[in-house]
Structures are given as structure tokens and as C-alpha cells.
């Protein structure tokens, strides 16, 4: 799993029940500080649920996308505890590691 | 720049799925950025596809292909150990010949037609063969809209909730027998490819008799290599059908009664049995 797909389930995760297409690209770009088209991240959540980690649904229609519907992502319990099993090993190797004036040392 | 927008619009509107038009559409944004926002996502829809077909259709075919030429080299080397040469299978004039009678002599243009519509649908073959299918197609009907392989499901279940029940039900009952018409013709295509290799290579094997005698007046060992190829041109025939070509036809026959039997449970569904319900009997029923 790189580093999109990682940002991509953590801010699918940090939504929680409102996450779809456009917040996704939203918060990863207002988060990572990167600018993200639509397109990749739909090819990372679709990479995604192909691998089985993030689950999808169509919610209601609304007029203000054209009577289209919206579709939400979760995760699914393989995608949490994958997800777990990342930080945990980012926090281990992470703990010893001080930042100083904002450089590592 | 409006011209290439509604150009955008309208490959965003061939390629992409309603919600994802739905959240181009919530985004305002200005015309430079809808253009790049539009073309990132035809081009992500591409890949996408492209990565599923190599995925996907690309293991169907090579595993054909794996057992075709596995077929081939067996043969080759169980000559080999007779004392044979390998070299007398190399007849390009046999193999031109099979392959046209393949394609077939009167109907090349319908038949090299249909061929794309029939690899489509052996890569859709790997994705239902899979064991959890009817299961996920049953979750998705439960939890409306859990995965978006199954998303034209719902469609076909709100147009006959809007349709009274019996004329759903001939509606849908007419559509499965057209639709198990167009499956037999496409099978039937595909058998009678079968049988014209065989055909094709007892039309090399004479042709290739023919060609000896007219150099009868040659060594042994050349009169001998061209009776050997004439020969084995049967053999090509009957590896392209039994090897590559009938284990397609198979492949298709099943995927055809697969859909068939689905879009049957469907229509069961309008008569008020719950379609998820229905997809897991016939889930139970199929394996």
C-alpha cells in the first residue's frame, strides 16, 4: 500500500459517514497541503476496492449535482485493521525520532 | 475553450459513472479547471479499465494460451524422443489454410466481428466465476448499492417497480429469450469455428498430398518431409479446435446460462419473492 492509498483510507476514515468523491479530494488535498484531481483519487479508491479495503454505496440524488447520486466510501474490517497494523508500525519507528526547529535529528 | 469544454463534457459524460458526473458537477470551479478535472478523470476511467482487462481478461486468455502451447510443446516432444524432427511442424501453407477455414470462407466479416464481443465476455467470465458472486450480488440488492459491479441491478429493480407486475414479467420473460437466442448463436459460432479447423486441416492434408506428388521426382528425404508436413497438418487442425477453440466455446456456454438463470431470478423477484433472497437460492443451487 503506498502513500495515497494510506492518506486516501485515513481521510476516508476521519470523514466517517461523509465521504465521498469530492470531500475525499477536498480533505486529502487540504490535509497533505498537494493539490489532487478528481480522477487520481478515484483510481486510488478504486484500486482500493478492488483490494477489498474500502466498501461503497450510492446515498440519495441531490439537485445541486444534477439529480445525481453520491457515492460513499467506508472502510471495511480489513482495510481498519490494515490500516491499524500501519500506524502502529509507523508510531514504533517513529518514537525515538525528535523534530528540532522542524528538522530531524 | 468552449468547444474543447463541451468535448470534455462529453467524454466525461460517454466514459464516467453518474456519481462521478454527479461530483464534477457539485465542484464549481473555473473553465481551465474543469477541463483538467475532466480530462483526469477520463484518463483515470481508462486506466482503470485498462488495468481490469489486463487483470482480469488477461488471465482468461492466458491460460488458454498457456494450455494451447503446453498442448503443442507435449507433442513436440514426445517426437522429439521418437527420433522425429521438430522442424516438419513448421508448414506455414497448412496453418494459412486451417486459419482461413477458421475464419470462415463465406462469412470472414460477421464472423472477425463477433470476436470482440466474445473476449468481452470471457473476461467478464473470470469476474463471475468467481465463488462469492451471487453472494455479493445478494448483499449488494440487501444493502442497495454496497458495490458498484451490480450497480444496473437497481436499475432494472426500480423499472419494474414502476411497471405492473405481469407486464414486468413479459417484459423481462422476452428479454431472457432474446437474450438465450443471441448466447446460442454466439456458442454455435464458435462450435462451427471448431469444426471448420477440422475441416481446414483435412483441406491441408490433401493440399499437401497434392504438392507432394508433384515432387516425386526429389530425394527421399524431400518426398519424405512433404508427405510428413501433409500429414501433420491434421494435427494442427484438431489443436486449434480441441485446444484453444473448444474450451472457449465451453467457457461461453456456461457464462450464457449463468446470465440467463440470474436475470431469470430477476424476474422471479417481480412476482414478490425478494431478489436477494432469490440470488441466494440460486447461489445454493450453483454450487
Known amino acids: ?105 | 475553450m468552449s468547444a474543447a469544454l463541451a468535448a470534455a463534457r462529453k467524454c466525461v459524460a460517454w466514459l464516467a459513472s453518474e456519481d462521478e458526473l454527479g461530483d464534477l458537477e457539485e465542484i464549481s470551479c473555473s473553465d481551465a479547471t474543469y477541463l483538467r478535472e475532466a480530462t483526469a478523470i477520463c484518463l483515470s476511467i481508462l486506466q482503470r479499465r485498462l488495468r481490469r482487462a489486463i487483470t482480469q481478461g488477461g488471465v482468461e486468455m492466458a491460460r488458454i494460451i498457456l494450455w494451447a502451447a503446453l498442448s503443442v510443446a507435449g507433442v513436440f516432444l514426445f517426437l522429439s524422443l521418437g527420433g522425429g524432427s521438430a522442424l516438419v511442424y513448421v508448414q506455414p501453407f497448412e496453418w494459412g489454410v486451417i486459419l482461413a477455414a477458421m475464419l470462415g470462407f463465406a462469412a470472414a466479416g460477421r464472423r472477425l466481428g463477433v470476436w470482440p464481443v466474445i473476449l468481452g465476455d470471457l473476461r467478464r467470465a473470470h469476474r463471475m466465476s468467481r465463488s462469492d458472486w451471487f453472494k455479493r450480488r445478494a448483499a449488494y440488492l440487501r444493502e442497495a448499492g454496497s458495490s458498484p459491479d451490480f450497480s444496473h441491478l437497481a436499475g432494472i429493480l426500480a423499472i419494474a417497480k414502476q411497471t405492473a407486475p405481469a407486464k414486468a414479467d413479459r417484459l423481462m420473460s422476452g428479454g431472457i429469450a432474446l437474450f438465450r437466442d443471441k448466447s446460442r448463436q454466439r456458442v454455435a459460432l464458435v462450435e462451427q469455428t471448431v469444426r471448420d479447423a477440422y475441416a481446414g486441416s483435412f483441406i491441408a492434408l490433401n493440399f499437401g498430398l497434392i504438392h507432394t506428388l508433384g515432387h516425386l521426382d526429389e530425394s527421399a528425404e524431400v518426398i519424405g518431409h512433404l508427405v510428413g508436413g501433409a500429414l501433420c497438418a491434421s494435427f494442427f487442425g484438431v489443436i486449434l479446435g480441441r485446444a484453444v477453440l473448444a474450451p472457449i466455446a465451453s467457457q461461453l456456454e456456461a457464462l450464457y446460462e449463468q446470465q440467463a438463470r440470474e436475470m431469470d431470478s430477476l424476474r422471479l423477484s417481480f412476482g414478490g419473492e425478494a431478489p436477494a433472497e432469490t440470488f441466494e437460492a440460486l447461489a445454493a443451487c450453483w454450487s
Open chain 1, 1 to 105: 500500500m503506498g502513500f495515497l492509498e494510506e492518506s486516501v483510507m485515513l481521510v476516508v476514515l476521519a470523514l466517517g459517514e461523509g465521504a465521498y468523491g469530492v470531500a475525499i479530494r477536498d480533505e486529502l488535498s487540504r490535509r497533505t497541503r498537494k493539490d489532487y484531481s478528481l480522477g487520481a483519487t478515484y483510481t486510488t479508491l478504486d484500486r482500493l476496492h478492488d483490494k477489498e479495503l474500502l466498501t461503497s454505496w450510492l446515498g440519495d440524488p441531490s439537485p445541486e449535482r444534477g439529480g445525481r447520486a453520491k457515492r460513499f466510501f467506508k472502510l471495511t474490517d480489513k482495510g481498519r485493521k490494515l490500516l491499524d497494523e500501519r500506524i502502529r508500525a509507523r508510531q514504533e519507528l517513529t518514537q525515538d525520532v525528535t523534530l528540532k526547529g522542524g528538522v530531524l535529528i
